[in-house]
């Protein structure tokens, strides 16, 4: 059973950062692509990142590009997502989701994996 667990969440004012992990439970982690989606209530859940197995291929929504970077280091089998010029609108919870295959992807349906989320609020 793989289980994925998400830290680094917190509040911080309009402008600061934070660094969010995910690390998973087992070792086939750097056979999977990765994906960061966040939510807030009432509303759908909405990509953020991906990025493939390797870690050689990235993809952002474009409402954070510039901003955050996506990572991983499959010897650790996490997953870190790095966010600076954070802004109120990225208020939501952070989930760190994991596909089967190796290629990245923009759709939640793609996902088969997911952690529990990590909040992050952003205060004006």
């Known amino acids: 059973q793989v289980q994925l667990q998400e830290s680094g969440g917190g509040l911080v004012q309009a402008g600061g950062s934070l660094r969010l992990s995910c690390t998973a439970s087992?070792?086939?982690?750097?056979?999977?692509?990765m994906g960061w989606f966040r939510q807030v209530p009432g509303q759908e859940r909405e990509f953020v990142a991906t990025?493939?197995?390797?870690?050689?291929?990235?993809s952002y929504a474009d409402s954070v590009k510039g901003r955050f970077t996506i990572s991983r280091d499959n010897a650790r089998n996490t997953m870190y997502l790095q966010m600076n010029s954070l802004k109120p609108e990225d208020t939501g919870r952070y989930y760190c989701?994991?596909?089967?295959?190796?290629?990245?992807?923009?759709?939640?349906?793609?996902?088969?994996?997911w952690g529990q989320g990590t909040q992050v609020t952003v205060s004006s």
């Open positions: 087992e070792g086939t982690f750097g056979a999977s692509a």
């Open positions: 989701a994991r596909r089967s295959g190796v290629a990245m992807h923009i759709s939640a349906g793609a996902y088969v994996y």
């Open positions: 990025i493939n197995w390797s870690g050689g291929s990235t």
